[in-house]
T-cell receptor, first 115, second 108 residues
Framework: DTGVSQDPRHKITKRGQNVTFRCDPI?????LYWYRQTLGQGPEFLTY??????LEKSRLLSDRFSAERPKGSFSTLEIQRTEQGDSAMYLC????WGAGNTEAFFGQGTRLTVV | ELKVEQNPLFLSMQEGKNYTIYCNYS?????LYWYRQDPGKSLESLFV?????AVKQEGRLMASLDTKARLSTLHITAAVHDLSATYFC????????FGKGTRLHILP
């Protein structure tokens, strides 16, 4: 297992278009998190899953954002009708929550630029 | 709501000096993390602290946790230029909440 994998690494899109990002967590991890990070700021929590259940979604997340983890494995984050303010690094992390909790490991991120 | 505060936010220091970064959080937590981030890169896990009094060391970095004071520290001993980066503490209480980060610049 090579760790948390995110695809694509970079995405440039025109304002108003929809984009979708994918995250493949470490295989035995049951928790998956999405974060957004803008330049000079800390990662901002967006949402997280325990297996396939989405347990919490940030109040800061508009209705244009949606995330799924259909089989409790990989996850997708979709942004509809992108705006310039959506330009950021989108980070995915995974961990195992339960007996023998592990730390959270982050993927390399997807850098989104909305033009 | 859980809040995590780091200070200082910026730190410029000479090589060979010691310094400490502080992380305060507002509620009880299950785990506390320290991460390193280099410019344009993702987050690298440095330490996971699980219980009161926990202390972990790796090279010139040492992290500690005081759950009663809701305080963690990251101590840098005899800093070297390669430690220049942004350091984040994060508190895990079902979801992981990050501080704003400490941008550390070590002058040769």
């Amino acid at each position: 297992d090579t760790g948390v994998s995110q695809d694509p690494r970079h995405k440039i899109t025109k304002r108003g278009q929809n984009v979708t990002f994918r995250c493949d967590p470490i295989s035995e991890h049951n928790r998956l998190y999405w974060y957004r990070q803008t330049l000079g700021q800390g990662p901002e929590f967006l949402t997280y899953f325990q297996n396939e259940a989405q347990l919490e979604k940030s109040r800061l997340l508009s209705d244009r954002f949606s995330a799924e983890r259909p089989k409790g494995s990989f996850s997708t984050l979709e942004i509809q009708r992108t705006e310039q303010g959506d330009s950021a690094m989108y980070l995915c992390a995974s961990s195992f929550w339960g007996a023998g909790n592990t730390e959270a490991f982050f993927g390399q991120g997807t850098r989104l630029t909305v033009v | 709501e859980l809040k995590v505060e780091q200070n200082p936010l910026f730190l410029s220091m000479q090589e060979g000096k010691n310094y400490t970064i502080y992380c305060n959080y507002s509620t009880t937590s299950d785990r506390l993390y320290w991460y390193r981030q280099d410019p344009g890169k993702s987050l690298e896990s440095l330490f996971v602290l699980l219980s009161n009094g926990a202390v972990k060391q790796e090279g010139r970095l040492m992290a500690s946790l005081d759950t009663k004071a809701r305080l963690s520290t990251l101590h840098i001993t005899a800093a070297v230029h390669d430690l220049s980066a942004t350091y984040f503490c994060a508190v895990d209480k079902t979801k992981i909440i990050f501080g704003k980060g400490t941008r550390l610049h070590i002058l040769p």
